[in-house]
Nanobody
């Protein structure tokens, strides 16, 4: 079993920045993928960014390219999402996820483990 705990959400003004963190514990992986998704009421979970744990290959949703940066600290088993130039449309609950697949994935169903979510609110 893998446990994921997000933190770092909060309130920011448009143009501001936040950094989300996700600490993973429990079962270890030799090859796996992690990612960030976000969700607003009335809509499905939206892909944001993904990274492979071992080699750090990244992939971003078009909507956040050049704005968000995904990274990881292998020694700390921690995933990060640096969010810059925040916009009101970035307001959502952000979820950390982990999967056994050794490739980047944008699909919710490819991730078996999920955190509880952390709320990000961006004011105009």
């Amino acid at each position: 079993q893998v446990q994921l705990v997000e933190s770092g959400g909060g309130l920011a003004q448009a143009g501001g920045s936040l950094r989300l963190s996700c600490v993973a514990s429990g079962r270890t992986f030799s090859r796996y993928v992690m990612g960030w998704f976000r969700q607003v009421p009335g809509k499905g979970r939206e892909f944001v960014a993904t990274i492979t744990w071992n080699f750090g290959r990244t992939y971003y949703a078009d909507s956040v390219k050049g704005q968000f940066t995904i990274s990881r600290d292998n020694a700390k088993n921690t995933l990060y999402l640096q969010m810059n130039s925040l916009k009101p449309e970035d307001t959502a609950t952000y979820y950390c996820a982990a999967g056994d697949h050794p490739f980047p994935s944008t699909r919710v169903n490819d991730y078996a483990y999920w955190g509880q979510g952390t709320q990000v609110t961006v004011s105009s």
